[in-house]
């Protein structure tokens, strides 16, 4: 068993974490989780670039990442003007901006 260095333990703290493939990951890549840059693997499929992924572990130093596939992640990508590196949490805003207000007059 390998020592546990500083560097794999904050791999480990992004487990769970969400970001973004930066490009093609036929099976290993380039991640943007946060603004930052990380070496990962997929768990198996292609992974288009643009497409929110998601930290399902670590091995040998590197971020084993699964597609991310949940309902925040689908409504981040359907909202218009979202960067391609933005969180879904900072594009948050209004789900459907035309339902009329029953309370106008």
Known sequence: MLPET???RG???LV???GLAKGLMLPSGLVLIDGKGYDA???GMAIEAGQPIIVVSVSTQ???VRPDNTIAAELAESLP???DDAPPAASAGPLVADIP???AE
């Open 6 to 8: 500083v560097a794999y």
């Open 62 to 64: 590197r971020l084993i």
């Open 16 to 18: 769970g974490r969400r």
């Open 41 to 43: 693997v997929t768990d």
């Open 81 to 83: 003007g979202t960067p």
């Open 11 to 13: 791999l480990k703290e």
């Open 101 to 103: 207000d029953p309370f």
